[in-house]
């Protein structure tokens, strides 16, 4: 059974920073494809950043183009999202997801796995 884990989320005023972890359990984490979701009160989930299974390729919302980081350790079955200039709009709970295919893909249904989320709260 895959598990996902996420950690580092936190209260931080705006043009702060967080770095989001997830904990992947299985050995096969080197072959899935990773994507960070966020969801605020009464909107939809959104994605956030995705990256292949080797890191070779990451994708992004606009909104967080230039400020936010996605990376991964596979020796350590850990995807990070680097948070930088935090903005109130991206107050949200954040989700880490596995795609057991390699290649980053952006539809929340096409995932296979998802962790509990983190709260991140970026006050003005």
């Known amino acids: 059974q895959v598990q996902l884990v996420e950690s580092g989320g936190g209260l931080v005023q705006a043009g702060g920073s967080l770095r989001l972890s997830c904990v992947v359990s299985g050995r096969t984490f080197s072959t899935y494809a990773m994507g960070w979701f966020r969801q605020a009160p009464g909107k939809e989930r959104e994605f956030v950043a995705g990256?292949?299974?080797?890191?070779?390729?990451?994708y992004y919302v606009d909104s967080v183009k230039g400020r936010f980081t996605i990376s991964r350790d596979n020796a350590k079955n850990t995807v990070y999202l680097q948070m930088n200039s935090l903005k109130p709009e991206d107050t949200a709970g954040y989700y880490c997801?596995?795609?057991?295919?390699?290649?980053?893909?952006?539809?929340?249904?096409?995932?296979?796995?998802w962790g509990q989320g983190t709260q991140v709260t970026v006050s003005s």
């Open positions: 997801a596995a795609h057991r295919l390699p290649y980053v893909v952006r539809t929340r249904g096409e995932y296979d796995y």
């Open positions: 990256i292949s299974r080797s890191g070779g390729s990451t």
